[in-house]
């Protein structure tokens, strides 16, 4: 059955997973954010349903394992929520190819989330990951 959720809902849903879920690292409560039939990319590879997202949390843990998810702006409209944060993190171990170097990391990103029945259905994440690469030392900064 189809509920409408309000916008305000929405964001309170998003504001819960970045809390309970993201800042936790505990995959195992993605079933109540990430719809069965979500759909998403990570690393330009599709990613499906509460498994997938929680390998893509589980993988960015595995390489920053104390990253920490700071909301700054969340904006909602009907069934959909843009949001605008930070993360921080230290990279102790490989990720994205890259041995671990030990160094600090700050990302800033916006997410934009689509969401039916108070749960996310895909989203798309802008990311700086140019900068992210720069400040562990795999790239030289410009």
Sequence with gaps: ????????????????????????????????????????????????????????????LTGFPDIHFTLQTLIAEGDMVVTQWTSEGTHLHTAFGIPATGKKVINK???VYKL???????????????????QIGAIPKL
């Design 1 to 60: 059955m189809l509920t409408v959720q309000t916008p305000d809902k929405n964001k309170e849903t998003i504001q819960r997973f970045y809390k309970e879920c993201l800042n936790t690292g505990n995959t195992d409560i993605l079933p109540l954010f990430i719809a069965g039939d979500y759909t998403g990319l990570y690393k330009g590879k599709a990613v499906h349903g509460p498994a997938g997202y929680a390998e893509t949390v589980r993988e960015i």
């Design 109 to 111: 990103a916006v997410t």
């Design 116 to 134: 039916r029945n108070g749960k996310i259905i895909e989203n798309e994440v802008y990311s700086d990951r140019l900068g992210v690469l720069q």
